[in-house]
């Protein structure tokens, strides 16, 4: 059991839990443009990166935040933007750099209704597959949901490090619901927190390759201003980050990207299980719905329906194995999302078994309701 004097127990907003995470994984760069329901990441930063000797600037625009972002992290320094979607349309184009440079940052989503300016203060979660697909050409990306104020936590420091491991973006998705939730929270003392900074070269200038590869994939990472020779394109570059157009070097490059994330399926695929031990009937989940979904299991099983929840954290890359696991178990699986089946679509395409899959879809600003996914665990 852990010290009680090691936890601190405080009251946060989703989206004062984001910040928090954020400076607990060592954030200390923040570049945004106020948007609802966003804005009180952007607000709260703006006093607190000051105080630890971070540096907060509001752009004119996403575009401009999201190159500055990618600035910030290129010169050493853990950064981060937080916006909605038509802002999140807007970072698309400086995301893919960032991919293609391997430039660690995070980048918040928190969804509310659209397209375009849509419903800006009701939640929605349609921007699951823009997060995977938004910016052009074959990308590697990691994507993470949280559900709670503790998930805004955790999950803000995991993405850091996952950021910052594998040299990459990650794209963290909440929604206006579960950022504007207030909840009673433990929080760790820092010292309790495990944070992973990226690997620096260890060998001389004149011998540093910013994009070799290596036995984890992940090149080690200069930062501009430390003495060493770093050529930063947007263009398919060699390992010394000049531009190329010789075909094995841009295949080898290409692949490479995208296997440093599938050598870390382990540790980047994460779910949480309720009452999947002797479940006959499950409910795949994320975000804000899977809270509604956790208590119409838990009101299933005293109506005594072996009912279990998979709520998923990690969206892409997609945890197909513990999905799957789950499927061949189960005889039903009900999917709720607050779309029109965006992530329903991904468990259709990985399901192998004899398993139905039962979508819910809702989109009119509304939060999908424990009763609503229990109508589906009383009557399929």
């Not at 263009?235 to 841009?250: A, F, M, N, R, S």
């Not at 990207?257 to 989940?285: C, P, R, W, Y």
């Not at 804000?288 to 072996?306: N, P, Y």
Request: with cysteine; hydrophobic share 40%; charged share 20%.
């Amino acid at each position: 059991m852990e010290n009680p004097e090691k936890q601190k127990k405080v009251l946060l907003q989703g989206n004062e839990a984001i910040v928090a995470g954020a400076l607990a994984a060592g954030c200390r760069f923040f570049a945004g443009y106020p948007i609802t329901p966003a804005s009180e990441i952007s607000e709260l930063l703006s006093v607190r990166l000051p105080e630890l000797g971070g540096t907060f600037i509001q752009m004119e625009d996403e575009i401009a935040s999201m190159g500055a972002v990618v600035g910030a992290s290129l010169a050493g320094t853990k950064s981060m933007t937080a916006t909605s979607g038509p802002g999140f349309s807007l970072i698309q184009e400086n995301l893919g750099y960032a991919c293609i440079t391997e430039t660690p940052c995070v980048i918040v989503d928190v969804m509310r209704g659209g397209p375009s300016t849509g419903l800006a203060t009701n939640p929605s979660q349609g921007d699951v597959q823009m997060a995977r697909w938004g910016t052009h050409g074959d990308h590697p990306i990691i994507v993470l949901a949280v559900s709670s104020v503790a998930d805004c936590f955790s999950i803000t420091v995991k993405a850091f490090n996952l950021s910052e491991k594998y040299r990459t973006p990650v794209i963290l998705l909440s929604d206006e619901v579960v950022a504007h939730t207030r909840e009673s929270v433990v929080l760790p003392e820092d010292e309790q927190i495990r944070v992973f900074d990226r690997v620096r070269p260890d060998v001389p200038p004149e011998w540093y390759k910013p994009y070799a590869d290596n036995n984890r994939g992940v090149p080690d990472m200069a930062s501009f201003g430390d003495g060493y020779r770093h050529h930063v394109t947007g263009l398919v570059h060699d390992e010394k980050g000049y531009p190329t157009q010789d075909p094995q070097e841009i295949d080898q490059f290409l692949r490479r990207i995208h296997s440093k994330i599938s050598k870390g399926f382990n540790e980047i695929q994460v779910v949480k299980t309720f009452l999947m031990e002797d479940a006959e009937i499950f409910v795949i989940a994320y975000g804000s719905v899977a809270r509604s979904a956790l208590r119409a299991v838990r009101d299933a099983r005293k109506a005594g329906i072996k009912a279990g929840l998979l709520q998923l954290v990690t969206l892409f890359p997609f945890p197909r194995k513990s999905v799957d696991t789950y499927l061949r178990q189960c005889r039903v699986a009900v999917v709720p999302e607050m779309n029109l089946g965006q992530m329903g679509r991904e468990v259709s395409r990985v399901n192998q078994s004899d398993c139905r899959i039962v979508k819910h879809n809702k989109i009119d600003g509304q939060l999908i309701t424990p009763d609503e996914i229990l109508k589906h665990l009383t009557t399929v």
